[in-house]
């Protein structure tokens, strides 16, 4: 079975860091782009970074650009979403996600397994 | 930024009934639309990707359907555990983008 699991969502002070990670089992990892996407509480869904299967293309929203930092580690099965400069704004759940049914070789799709997600909250 | 307008943003609904959620695009996304169902404290679910193309393990209830800038999900006759949030999603152009949510309640 496919299984995404993240760690490293905590309570942090605006202007700190984290670094989330997603470990993937279950399926070749190398072969697959990653997204990671965040849920405000009790809002709707926002895309956050993408990267596809040989990490040569990374893409981020405009929310985020600048301040996070998406990557792989294809030898360990693992994402990682380093994020600095962090905001009130950037208070969410954060799920990794496995790019899936259809999909593009540039990291694009939709995403046919997610993990439970991580909560992240930027609060002093 | 595309932008995807859901509607309606909620739908009442009782057991055994045919749901219709509309999903609009500002701008062509070809058939590159995924539909989504999220229930409370759980991670969503891909049901339909491609516009029509039902996910692995999706009952044959759900059904997509569009292109260009105008998609339907519909759900033949609900299930008690339909009733849940549905969001669709745009793989053709980034940033990618999500449609801010049909909520499916019992009526």
């Known amino acids: 079975d496919v299984q995404l699991l993240e760690s490293g969502g905590d309570l942090v002070q605006p202007g700190g860091s984290l670094r989330l990670s997603c470990a993937a089992s279950g399926f070749t990892f190398s072969s697959y782009s990653m997204n990671w996407v965040r849920q405000a509480p009790g809002t709707g869904l926002e895309w956050v970074s993408a990267?596809?299967?040989?990490?040569?293309?990374?893409y981020y929203a405009d929310s985020v650009k600048g301040r996070f930092t998406l990557s792989r580690d294809n030898s360990k099965n693992t994402v990682y979403l380093q994020m600095n400069s962090l905001r009130a704004e950037d208070t969410a759940v954060y799920f990794c996600a496995k790019v899936g049914g259809g999909f593009n070789s540039y990291g694009s799709g939709s995403y046919d397994a997610w993990g439970p997600g991580t909560l992240v909250t930027v609060s002093s | 930024e595309i932008v995807l307008t859901q509607s309606p943003a909620t739908l009442s609904l009782s057991p055994g009934e045919r749901a219709t959620l509309s999903c609009r695009a500002s701008q062509s996304v070809s058939n590159y639309l995924a539909w989504y169902q999220q229930k409370p404290g759980q991670a969503p679910r891909l049901l339909i990707f491609?516009?029509?193309n039902r996910a692995t393990g999706i009952p044959a209830r759900f059904s997509g359907s569009g292109s260009g800038t105008d998609f339907t999900l519909t759900i033949s006759s609900l299930e008690p555990e339909d009733f849940a949030v549905y969001f669709c999603?745009?793989?053709?152009?980034?940033?990618?983008?999500f449609g801010g949510g049909t909520k499916v309640e019992i009526k």
């Open positions: 990267i596809n299967a040989n990490g040569n293309y990374i």
């Open positions: 491609d516009s029509s």
């Open positions: 999603q745009q793989r053709s152009d980034w940033p990618l983008t």
